[in-house]
Structure formats: C-alpha cells, structure tokens
C-alpha cells in the first residue's frame, strides 16, 4: 500500500516531504471561529442542538414557498394597521429620538412638517420630545424602508401579499430623486413631491393593479437579478420591470398618473428599491416564530445602531455600533467624511435572498457584505454605495440568546 501523508497548514512539512518522493495530501483547514474558545463554545452548542438544524430546514422551506405580489398603493393612513395615528416610523431597530442618528432624526422632524404638525424641524423635535409626536420602528408594523427612510400617516406606500402565507408588508414609495425627505428640498417642493406620489402615483398604482391583478415580485426580482441587479444596491432593473408591468393598465385606467410614473422611474432609477425590500419582508414572515431557527430575519440600521434579528426569537433585536459601508464608492461632490453609519432596512432583501446563518457567521468570522447605498450623514440623501457587514457581536448575541447555556 502507498503511502498517504495528510498536512493541514504546514509548508515547510510539505517541501520536506516532496524532496524526499512523498506528495503529501494537503487539506485546507482552519479552526472554527479561527479558534476563539467563547465563540468555539457557543458553536458547539449551537451545532449539538439537532432542534437548530430542524428549525432551520424548515425556516428555509418556508422561505423557499413564499410567494410575495404586489398587490396594491395607497397612503400608510389607510393600508398600514396603527398608522392612523401621530406616529412616525423610522428603519432600523428600536431608538429613543436623543440616540437617533442626525439624518435620521432629520428625517423625522420633516416628516413631522409634512403631515402638518409642526412648521420647521425645530418645533418637530420639540414635539418629539414632549411626547405629542410617537416614535417607532418600521418593523413593528410590517413595514420596510431602505436608506433613511420613514413613514407618516399621509405618505404613500406599496401594499404587499403573500399568497402562500398570508403575510402583508408595506414600504414607503420613492420618486427615485429625493431619497426620502432630504433637507436641502425647500419645504414647499418637498411636500410637493410627496403630495404627487400620494395624490397621482398611488391611486394609479391602484387601479393598475386592480385592472390588470397582482405582480408577482419573487419572479420581478430573479429576471431584475439576471438584468444586473444581483449585487445592486439600487435595483435599476426592478425599477424598469416594475414600469413595464404597470404602465399599459395604468394609460387606460389611471392615464393622469402616467407622467408620475414616469418621473418617479427616470431620475436614478431607485423606484423599485422600496418595494423589493417589502418583498424580501414578506418572504422572511414566512419564516418568523420557526422555533430555534438561526437564519437571519432582520438586518437593519438606523444610523447609530444595526441590529439583526433570528427567525427564532421574531421581536427580538440584537444591536451593535452600526458600521459605515466598505470600499464605498461617493457620488461627484461627496465622500467618506459625510457618510452616515448604516441607515435603512434594505438588509432584508440579503435575508431573503442568501439564507444568512448567524452560525456560519461565526464560524467564518465574519458576516457576509451587503451591498448597499451610503446615506448622507448630514440629511439622509444618496451620496454614494459600498458593502456593510453586520458586527459579530450582535450575531453572537443573538445566537447565544437562541441557544443558551444550560444551566
């Protein structure tokens, strides 16, 4: 019998053994977790819990039999449940308005403008902070909102369904120009903006739909993902899709509302963003409440924290400083100095779409780098993109409140 010499991570054994005639098998092999005992520890439970790999199979079914459409638009007031109130709902996790990052708590303060309530960003805060204007997460109420995006009562979203589950989710609509409510827009052109997606956009987004029936978005996304879309941050492709879907029901049902669209699609293509992101949210529900699963349901950002969550503990958030994107790429005018650390809940779609394990996380020692666009520290406008990675901390966290020691 020949002999078979194995050599993990030892080039000097290898030579050695190649001068002497023996070609040895060499096996590429690192310590888990690159050997750190806590984190070695939290896998081994982790992976001795046959109840996780369970969860997971069957977190993944469900995933994999989400079927999301879009099915309607209208104004939050209306499609959204608790949005009948003065309540303003911010992206990323749970955050007093104090710890809020500047261009989000930017964001707020104007949408508090538009609704009326307050007449510039000053008296907005101060209503904040006396309580006369609630704060909440988007995730509480099924809504999703890339970049530094929020939510008030008469702002216009995307509705969708979930035929296979049930499962509803809403998004804010974006005109592709603004990128939410950016401080350098005059008060008047920014109400102005938001009053034509409510006013035209949504109610000819809605008889559309009603015309022509649901888009099914999972196959919007894997033609939009062949078109270039893939590792976007933007979904231009979807963006265009989504026109060519809506646009023949909406000239015969809703032909006022056809420049809308058109100028919401034109100026950077970002229409589709929003809405892809209340897919992905739609797709991970199905999955939320499966007992002991670690898949990732929620990566998101509000400028001062990212937080993630497991499909095992749904509600629960676990947090870390939020990261600023890497190798970013800024628009002509801009750069790193005025980049804000990660806003928006757009790493859904990644939960969606890659099936995140937080165990391989740890494992590999890092998360995966989602790509995403930089927010403006300075107002929440689109200054450029890059990738983020989710900090291990609040992925060890997470997994080690999934399956905690014994006591």
Known sequence: MALAIAVIDAPRVEDDLRAQGVDPLVVDWSPPAGGDLSDVALLTRAYA???????????????????PH?????????????????????????????????????????AAMLEGWAGDQGAAAALIEAGDIELAATEA????????????????????????????????????????????????????????????????ASAALGARGPIDLAALAGEAARMGDADAPDARAAGLLLIRELLP???????????????AGAPMGRIALPLMAAAARCAVQA??????????????????????????????????PAPIADDAQFDEG????????????QGVIACAGM?????????????????????????????????????????RDALDALVPTAP
Do not use: K
């Open 141 to 204: 109420h099924g809504v999703v909102a890339p970049m530094s995006g929020v939510l008030s009562p008469s702002m216009a979203v995307w509705a969708v369904h979930d035929e296979a589950t049930g499962a509803d989710a809403w998004a804010p609509m974006s005109d592709g120009a603004g990128d939410g409510l950016p401080a350098s827009a005059r008060a008047r052109d920014l109400i102005a903006r938001q009053r034509l997606l409510a006013d035209r956009l949504a109610p000819g």
């Open 355 to 395: 099936a995140i394990d937080a165990r391989l996380c740890i494992d590999a020692g890092e998360a995966p780098a989602i790509p995403m666009g930089v927010a403006s520290r300075a107002d929440g406008g689109w200054v450029g993109h890059g990738h983020a990675q989710v900090p291990l901390a609040a992925l």
């Open 334 to 345: 801009s750069g790193a100095s005025g980049a804000a650390p990660w806003t928006g809940d």
């Open 70 to 110: 879009l099915v309607d638009a209208g104004l939050a007031a209306d499609l959204v449940p608790g949005m009948d109130a003065r309540r303003i709902l911010h992206c990323g996790p749970p955050c007093e308005w104090q710890r809020l990052g500047p261009a989000m708590r930017g964001q707020v303060a104007r």
């Open 287 to 320: 999955a939320v409440g499966t007992p002991m699963s670690s898949l990732l349901i929620a990566m998101s950002g509000n400028g001062t924290d990212v937080g993630v969550t497991l499909a095992g503990t749904p509600g629960v958030w676990h947090t870390a």
């Open 249 to 263: 029901a909406m000239a015969t049902r809703a032909l006022d509302a056809v420049p809308a669209l058109a100028g």
């Open 49 to 67: 819990d046959d109840r996780v790999e369970e969860g997971n199979r069957r977190a993944l079914a469900a995933l994999d039999a989400s079927r």
